[in-house]
T-cell receptor, first 109, second 117 residues
Framework: GQNIDQPTEMTATEGAIVQINCTYQTSGFNGLFWYQQHAGEAPTFLSYNVLDGLEEKGRFSSFLSRSKGYSYLLLKELQMKDSASYLCAVMDSNYQLIWGAGTKLIIKP | GAVVSQHPSWVICKSGTSVKIECRSLDFQATTMFWYRQFPKQSLMLMATSNEGSKATYEQGVEKDKFLINHASLTLSTLTVTSAHPEDSSFYIC?????????????FGPGTRLTVT
């Protein structure tokens, strides 16, 4: 079956760095997405990786290793507004998004 | 660019009634639209995929006669929850794919919170 694993919850301190991991097993691979979702709101797009390596976009970076079925989202200089759930999703061979359960990130002052 | 709207943003209805939720792509033509449902503290669950002018493809376990999807144009898809029951109370989110250069990116609407009493 298809499976996306990510930690349920993480806690970090304002100004620090946090890495959210995601491992996946899917039928085919057409890229991996990271989305941010604040409580009661729809997800917003953060990043898309289809090739191995690190993609940097401001305070957020996303890494992919296809051979390991592994990705991480790196958040630097954490701000209180970064408190949200972070969803990892993989597009399979049918171009369907397979969603992880999300990681709730709690930022403490 | 790539804005998706949903209407209404929240709705309360009585058990047994039907509710229609609209999803519109405001500044692009959406070749494909997706409907998701999200229960509290859970991830998104894909309900169905719809392409303009054709019947929606429903995920396993989703009743197509209960959740009617109409993708009448390249900018509008509707989800009708028929004979709603309290267990249908959830956060319904649509998303749209442009089919353009950002082929795989899905743009999400703000969601509709449905409460069935």
């Amino acid at each position: 079956g298809q499976n996306i694993d990510q930690p349920t919850e993480m806690t970090a301190t304002e100004g620090a760095i946090v890495q959210i991991n995601c491992t996946y097993q899917t039928s085919g691979f057409n890229g991996l997405f990271w989305y941010q979702q604040h409580a009661g709101e729809a997800p917003t797009f953060l990043s898309y990786n289809v090739l191995d390596g690190l993609e940097e976009k401001g305070r957020f970076s996303s890494f992919l290793s296809r051979s390991k079925g592994y990705s991480y989202l790196l958040l630097k200089e954490l701000q209180m507004k970064d408190s949200a759930s972070y969803l990892c999703a993989v597009m399979d061979s049918n171009y369907q998004l397979i969603w992880g359960a999300g990681t709730k990130l709690i930022i403490k002052p | 660019g790539a804005v998706v709207s949903q209407h209404p943003s929240w709705v309360i209805c009585k058990s047994g009634t039907s509710v229609k939720i609209e999803c519109r792509s405001l500044d692009f033509q959406a070749t494909t639209m997706f409907w998701y449902r999200q229960f509290p503290k859970q991830s998104l669950m894909l309900m169905a995929t719809s392409n303009e002018g054709s019947k929606a493809t429903y995920e396993q376990g989703v009743e197509k006669d209960k959740f009617l999807i109409n993708h009448a144009s390249l900018t509008l898809s509707t989800l009708t929850v028929t004979s709603a029951h309290p267990e249908d109370s959830s956060f319904y989110i649509c998303s749209a794919r442009t089919g353009g250069p950002d082929l795989f990116e899905q743009y999400f609407g703000p969601g509709t919170r449905l409460t069935v009493t």
